[in-house]
Nanobody, 126 residues
């Protein structure tokens, strides 16, 4: 059984930093695309960042590019999202998701993301 567990969320002041972790277990596919998504209150879920072991290796949503960094530690089966220069509009529940069918970050969509974590809440105060 594939499981994704997010951690690292919390309350931080604007301008601060947080590192989210996504611990993945039971994932056996040789191909992978792992995405970080977020959903703010009253808003639709949006893709934030993506990492894969294929040709398009990383992608970021434009509003976080330069502030967020996605990275993977294959030995620990963990994907990280380092968030810096946080803004109140970054407040959301952050989810990681895994697509075992492809290895490309062409888009930041949820299509193909078969496995999801339960999310971790990030609150950025002004």
């Amino acid at each position: 059984e594939v499981q994704l567990v997010e951690s690292g969320g919390g309350l931080v002041q604007a301008g601060g930093s947080l590192r989210l972790s996504c611990a993945i277990s039971g994932f056996t596919s040789d191909e992978y695309t792992i995405g970080w998504f977020r959903q703010a209150p009253g808003k639709e879920r949006e893709g934030v960042a993506c990492i894969s072991n294929g040709d398009v290796r990383m992608k970021y949503e434009y509003v976080v590019k330069g502030r967020f960094t996605i990275a993977s530690d294959n030995a620990k089966s963990t994907v990280y999202l380092q968030m810096s220069s946080l803004k109140p509009e970054d407040t959301a529940v952050y989810y990681c998701a895994a697509d075992p069918h492809s290895s490309s970050c062409i888009t930041l969509g949820a299509l193909g993301m078969d496995y999801w974590g339960k999310g971790t809440l990030v609150i950025v105060s002004s």
